[in-house]
C-alpha cells in the first residue's frame, strides 16, 4: 500500500498527488531532496522517520516522481511502478510539459491506478515463479577470453587439484587409494597396501634428511673447528663513527624545557603572515583547456572519421553527437573514460563508480542540441558535480566561533581525531599559530597518553610558538600553554579538566590532541568516543593523509560508524569537518579531497601543505577540481 505519490517540477510546482493517509509528508520529501537529490548521490533510494522514498527523474522535461511506502512492507514492485508512472504521464501530457505549461489541472487519477493495479498483479506472480536461473551472459564462463582458452607450444597445461580422499604419499607421487590403487578384496589388503606406501614415504624422508646432513664443499663451515663455528661475527667500525668522548657533545636529553629558549632561535619573519582567514590553497594546474573544440564542429560538420591529437581523455568521443535523447548506452564509453580518470587521480573506486552513476541518472532523457557532443555534456556535468561536492553544505568560520564563545565566557574547544601518522601533532601545532596570530589564547590539551613523546612534542611546540609570540607583545600575557598529565592516564579525563583550567583562566579556545589508532581498534574508539561525549567540543576534526584513496574512505566510514555506535545519546557527535594533510606531496592526485567530503558529506576546514607553521591552506574547490579534471 503506497502512502505518498507526487509529480513535481525541479522548479517546485506540483503537477499531481496520491495520498492515503493524513500523515505528513513535507519534511520527509524535502529531506531526500536535499540529502539525496540535490546532492546527486547515485541511489534512488532514502529512509526517513520509518518511511522509505524512491525517486525517479525525467531530465527531458525537467521532472521528479516520488513514491513513499512504510519500511516494513518492502513491496518489490516499485521500480517497475515508477517506470511505468514516468512513460504514462510523458505519454499523456507531452505537450503540456514541451511548452511549459505546468499551472493546468492534469487529470491523472485514473491512469495512475490502473497502473498501479498492474505493478501490483506483477509483484505476486514474480512472488509465486521460481528463482531464475543465470544466463550464459551471466555465468563466469562467459567472461573467459578467446586468448586464456588458446594453447601454444611448449606451454605445460595447468594441472587441476582435486580433493581426494585416502591420499597417501609414494616415492613419486601422491597416490589415491580410492583411485589410483586397485580396490582390494578385504580389508586386510587395504591396510596392507597403505602400510607399504607409508614405509616408502619414511624411507625418502629418512634420505632427504642424509642429503641434508652432508655438508657442501663449498661450506664454509666444513673448515672449521667447532669453536671457530660458535664465533660470532665481529661488529664493523665505521669511519667518522665517534668514540664515547663523544657522546657528552651529542647527548640532548639533559636539557630542561626552561633551558630550551638557548637552543631555538625563532624565525620573526613569519609572524604576522596568518592574520585573518587562511589563504586558499593554489592548486599548479595547466590553463590549456581541450584545444580542439573549435575543430570538434569541423569534424562533425564534414562527418570525418579522423579524430583530433589534443583531445585529451576525451577525444576519441568527440563524435559522438546527435539530436536525440541520450540514452546509457550512449554515455557508458564516455563515463567509463572517466572512472578511469578519476581513479588514476587517486579518487576511491567505489566513490568514482558512484559518481558516474549519478551522471548518468542526472543526463539519462536530456536532449542534446546539433552540435553537442556526448564528452562535451559528461566533462561539464562531472565538474560540475565536483565542485558541488566539494563546496561546503554550511560554513565553517572558526575565528566567528571563537569570538561568539569568548562572549558568553567559555573557551571554543577543537578534538583532533585520525589513525597513526598522519600528522595530527603538527596541523594542530600549525592551527594554534593561525589562531595566536588573531591574538587569540589557546590551551593545547595532551591527550595523547599512549605513544611516547606525545606530551614532549607538544611541549616542544609550546615553547616555539611562545617564542614567536612572547608575552611581553600581549601585556605579560602568555598566548599558548600546555595542560599535561603525563602517560597511562585517562584521555577524556584530562580533556575535562584542561576545559575547566581554560574557563578559570579565561582561555579562549582549547585544543584536545588525541592518540592515533587504527579504525578497527574498538576498545581505543570506545575510549575516543568517551572523550568526544564527555567533554562536547564544537568541532571534531577528522585528520586524514592526501595520499590515501580508498584507505580514506574505509577510515571515515569507521570512524563516524564507532562515534555513533559507541555512544548512549540519541544524537552521538560524529565528525563535523576534515583536515587533509600532505597535501604538497601528491602533485595533481587530488582524488582523496573528493572521496573524504563524498562519504562525510563534511567540508575540509584545513589543508596541510609542509612542515612549518605558515603551511597551511584552505581549500580552493575550482582550482582542486581543475587539477583533478586536466
Not at 595447468?158 to 583411485?179: A, L
Not at 614405509?199 to 673447528?225: E, H, R, W
Not at 583536515?579 to 567540508?603: E, H, R, W
Request: aromatic share 8%; proline share 3%.
Amino acid at each position: 500500500m503506497l502512502d505518498l505519490f507526487t509529480i513535481f517540477s525541479k522548479g517546485g510546482i506540483v503537477l499531481w498527488y496520491f495520498q492515503s493517509t493524513s500523515q505528513l509528508f513535507t519534511s520527509s520529501v524535502n529531506a531526500l531532496i536535499q540529502n539525496v537529490i540535490l546532492q546527486e548521490r547515485p541511489t534512488n533510494t532514502y529512509e526517513d522517520n520509518g518511511l522509505l522514498l524512491q525517486y525517479k527523474l525525467d531530465n527531458e522535461f525537467d521532472l521528479v516522481f516520488i513514491v513513499a511506502y512504510q519500511k516494513i512492507l518492502q513491496l518489490s514492485y516499485v521500480d517497475k511502478f515508477l517506470n511505468d508512472v514516468h512513460l504514462e504521464f510523458r505519454d499523456k501530457y507531452k505537450n503540456d510539459l514541451a511548452d511549459k505549461r505546468y499551472f493546468q489541472q492534469f487529470d491523472f487519477s485514473q491512469t495512475f491506478k490502473a497502473v498501479l493495479q498492474r505493478a501490483e498483479e506483477w509483484g505476486k506472480t514474480q512472488a509465486k515463479l521460481p528463482k531464475q536461473m543465470k544466463t550464459f551472459d551471466e555465468s563466469v564462463k562467459s567472461k573467459k577470453t578467446v586468448a586464456s582458452m588458446i594453447e601454444r607450444k611448449g606451454e605445460e597445461k595447468p594441472i587441476k587439484k582435486e580433493k581426494k580422499k585416502g591420499v597417501v604419499f609414494s616415492e613419486n607421487e601422491c597416490i589415491d587409494i580410492e583411485s589410483s590403487s586397485p580396490k582390494p578384496q578385504n580389508g586386510s589388503a587395504e591396510e596392507d597396501i597403505i602400510t607399504a606406501n607409508r614405509l616408502k614415504f619414511a624411507a625418502k624422508m629418512s634420505q632427504k634428511k642424509k642429503g641434508d646432513v652432508k655438508k657442501s664443499p663449498k661450506s664454509p663451515t666444513s673448515a672449521t673447528s667447532p669453536t671457530q663455528q660458535k664465533k660470532g661475527k665481529a661488529a664493523r667500525i665505521w669511519e667518522l663513527s665517534g668514540t664515547n668522548k663523544d657522546v657528552q657533545n651529542l647527548e640532548r636529553t639533559v636539557d630542561r624545557p626552561e633551558d630550551a629558549k638557548s637552543h631555538f632561535t625563532p624565525d620573526t619573519e613569519i609572524v604576522g603572515q596568518m592574520k585573518g582567514v587562511i589563504k586558499d590553497l593554489e592548486v599548479e594546474s595547466s590553463d590549456e583547456e581541450y584545444d580542439d573544440e573549435d575543430e570538434e564542429e569541423e569534424i562533425i560538420l564534414k562527418q570525418d572519421t579522423k579524430k583530433s591529437s589534443k583531445g585529451g581523455m576525451f577525444s576519441i568521443f568527440k563524435g559522438l553527437v546527435g539530436s536525440k535523447n541520450l540514452t546509457i548506452s550512449d554515455m557508458k564509453p564516455a563515463l567509463e573514460k572517466m572512472r578511469d580518470h578519476l581513479i588514476t587521480k587517486n579518487v576511491a573506486s567505489d566513490i568514482a563508480i558512484k559518481l558516474c552513476d549519478s551522471v548518468a541518472v542526472k543526463l539519462e532523457g536530456k536532449v542534446l542540441g546539433t552540435f553537442d557532443s556526448v564528452a562535451t555534456i559528461v566533462k561539464n556535468t562531472i565538474t560540475d558535480s565536483l565542485v558541488q561536492i566539494l563546496s561546503p553544505n554550511r560554513r565553517v568560520d572558526i575565528l566567528r566561533d571563537c569570538l561568539e564563545a569568548k562572549k558568553h565566557g567559555r573557551p571554543y574547544v577543537m578534538a583532533f581525531c585520525g589513525v597513526n601518522g598522519v600528522g595530527k601533532s603538527t596541523n594542530l601545532s600549525k592551527i594554534c599559530f593561525w589562531l595566536i596570530e588573531n591574538n587569540l589564547q589557546v590551551l593545547i590539551a595532551a591527550c595523547d597518553t599512549f605513544r611516547a613523546g606525545a606530551v614532549e612534542q607538544l611541549r616542544t611546540h609550546m615553547r616555539h610558538l611562545n617564542a614567536l609570540h612572547p608575552p611581553e607583545r600581549h601585556g605579560g600575557k602568555q598566548m599558548v600553554d600546555l595542560y599535561e598529565k603525563g602517560y597511562g592516564k585517562d584521555a577524556a579525563g584530562i580533556g575535562s579538566e584542561a576545559i575547566k583550567f581554560a574557563r578559570d583562566n579565561k582561555i579562549d579556545v582549547v585544543l584536545i590532541d588525541t592518540a592515533g589508532r587504527m579504525q578497527d581498534n574498538e576498545p581505543l574508539m570506545r575510549a575516543l568516543t568517551k572523550l568526544i561525549k564527555v567533554n562536547e567540543p564544537d568541532l571534531v576534526l577528522f585528520v586524514g593523509e592526501a595520499l590515501v584513496g580508498n584507505e580514506a574512505v574505509d577510515q571515515l566510514v569507521k570512524f563516524n560508524q564507532a562515534l555513533a555506535d559507541y555512544s548512549s545519546t540519541t544524537n552521538p557527535h560524529l565528525i563535523d569537518g576534515i583536515v587533509l594533510t600532505k597535501f604538497d606531496t601528491i602533485d595533481d592526485k587530488v582524488g582523496a579531497a573528493i572521496s573524504m567530503t563524498y562519504i562525510t558529506g563534511q567540508p575540509i576546514v584545513f589543508v596541510g601543505t609542509g612542515q612549518t607553521y605558515t603551511d597551511l591552506k584552505a581549500l580552493n574547490v575550482k582550482a582542486v577540481v581543475h587539477s583533478l579534471m586536466k
